[in-house]
Every structure is written in C-alpha cells, then in structure tokens.
C-alpha cells in the first residue's frame, strides 16, 4: 500500500495531501484512472451540496423542526467517494448517519429527514435506491450486510453488499459476529468504518491500542486504511473492495480515517469532551477544501463553476427546507399499519382499542380516523 502520511503513527493510502498535491501510486493510480477533471468536479460539488444540506438541518432541528440530526460535517469525502462506486444493484446498509451516501444512491432530500421530523418510522423505500434506512442499533446492520450478502452468493449475481459504521460499532459483538460469518462464507460484502475518532464522548484510542484495520485480518479478512478525507482515495480504495467481492473473493474492510467536526448529534456538546486545538488541526485536513485547491491548480475549478455549484447547494437546501416544513403530520392509527405482512387478530384489537381512546379526545384538535 502507498504510503504519504500517518494518522496516530500509522500509515494509510493518500492519493490527494491535504494542500490538494496530487500523490502518485503505482497500485491505485490504475484503478482511478479514468477519474478526470470533470470526474472530480462532480464529486466535488457532491460534497458542497451534501454539506449545505446538513448545515441547513442541523439549523431546522435548532429552530424546532426537527426532534434530532446527527450531523456529518468533516465526513463528506468518506461518504461521497464510497457511495459514487457503488452500483444500481449494489445495496447499502448504514447507520444514522450516512446522508451523503444516502443522496448518492438518489434518495430525495426530503426523505432523508422524515424519519427525524418524527413523521414516519421509515424515510424512504428500499428497494426503490438499493439502500436500507438508517440503523440505529450500534452495529447491528454489519449482520444485515452479511446475510443479505450470503443470499447474493446464493443468487449467483455479481453485486455486492456494503455496510457504513463508526469506529464505536467495531467494539459491539455484533460486528465481530458478522465478520465471522463474512469470511467463513466468502460473501461478498464490504465493511466500510468510518473512523471519525469519537464514539460520542469516547475517542478511538481508548477503544482500540492499535488501528482498526489491524482487527479483520484476524477474522481471514483483508483491509485497507486510507485517508478518509481524500475522496479520490476513498474511491480507489471502494472500487478495489468492490472487485474483490465481485470477483467471488469474499469480503474487504476499509477504514477511512476522517474526523467528526460537529457534535454526534444535536443533542450533544462535543466542548465537554474534545480540545479545541483537536479540531483546529483536522480542519485544515478539511476534505472539501482539499478537492477544491486541487480542482483550481489544474484548471478544472473555475469563478463560475463556483458560483454554479453555489447556487446549485443553495437550491437543495431550500428544497429541504420546504419539503421539511410541507410534511404532514399522520394520523395516529398508521402505526399499525405495515406492521406486519398479512392481517393480524391481536394488531387489530390493539388499533380498535386505540381508536376508542383517541375518539375520547374528540372536539380538542385530534385528526384520526377514529372522529371522522
């Protein structure tokens, strides 16, 4: 593996140094070789766009809109360079925090706050973007991968599972687990850590005395770590875990070393447990920046094209927004829809008790089915 520079005195792949120098690799300059000007462009206004939207949530939650966001600023490079290797027939299971990887598989805007506006248990169909809804359990969607994996060797087709998680899921059972089964069945999934240094108050080096790469290779796995606020490198680094599982060789892990430079969630401050001078330091790794002093060295970042990315990151937040504040509340016995498959007895008696009890609040203000 190519080595540039070092994170906690270890090495990862760098393709693009935080100035935006272009870093060359004989192993994975082959693999990104057909990634242009245009290319990178495209996946820069991915990250300017995809940041502008959780800027603008993070402000809807503040202002009352939303009940919680769990911001992604600082991971837009892991995110946006991962999901743009993906393919249609690929699947995505994530955590509760993968929006841009959400928005690359082409989830509307407004779906992907639904879920936190409170309106629905569910943002947006599956099967419609190849992408599972968040996952809040810690961990558990690595044994979600593995088993949907473990039916797409069973299916004989060439697509691949990939599953997003932080660097605090590596310490729950469950991601062992799944690893376990990952290797004994060669199933063709890709485990893709975000290591963004802080499971909320907990820093990656209380969890771990080495790096989180050195783990899977324990359980017959082969990782990669690499630069997770290099977009270019985190999408060589996909499109060889890709391969690999495309090719029946079994499952890769990736650790994308990155940097949480917001709070885990609105509802934390990160003051309370991060120096100030920790957060400095990653910024000037900003992943955005990076790509952007690269795309203007080689002329591919012009005034104008800018300013039309600007533009284009201020219109999907305004979209947001509207759609965000246009949402219906639902009526409260929806709850019981979707439950499960087929009618259920017992279902049914519960929405009919529900019912009688909200019919109680009749002439209050309630809209349900039960005082129509």
Known sequence: MPVTETSQSQEFLQLLDPSGARVASAEYDPVVADVDGAALLALYEDMVVVRRLDTEATALQRQGELALWPPLLGQEAAQIGSGRALRSDDFVFSSYREHAVAYTRGVEVVDLVRVWRGVTASGWDPYAVGMATPQVIIGAQTLHATGYAMGIRF?????????????????????????????????????????????????????????LADRPPGFGIPSIRVDGNDVLAVHAATRVALARARAGEGPTFIEA????????????????????????????????????????????????????????????????????????????????????????????????????????????????????
């Open 155 to 211: 299916d004989g087709t060439d697509s691949a599972a990939v599953v997003y998680f932080g660097d605090g899921a590596t310490s729950e059972g469950d991601v062992s687990e799944a690893m376990v089964f990952a290797a004994s069945f060669t199933v063709p999934v890709v485990f893709f850590c975000q290591n963004n240094q802080w499971a909320i108050s907990e820093p990656v080096t209380l969890q771990s005395g080495g790096t």
């Open 257 to 372: 070393v990155t940097y949480r430079m917001g709070p885990h969630t609105t509802a934390d401050d990160p003051t309370r447990y991060r120096d100030a001078a920790e957060l400095e330091s990653w910024r000037t790794r900003d992943p955005i920046s990076r790509l952007a002093e690269h795309l203007r060295s080689t002329g591919a970042l012009s005034d104008d094209e800018e300013e039309r990315i600007q533009a284009t990151a201020k219109a999907v937040a305004a979209e947001l927004r509207a759609g965000c504040l246009a949402l219906p509340d639902p009526d409260p016995l929806t709850m019981f829809d979707e439950v499960y498959a087929e009618p259920h007895p017992e279902l049914e008696r519960q929405r009919a008790e529900y019912a009688e009890y909200l019919a109680g609040f009749d002439g209050v203000g309630l809209t349900t089915e039960a005082s129509r």
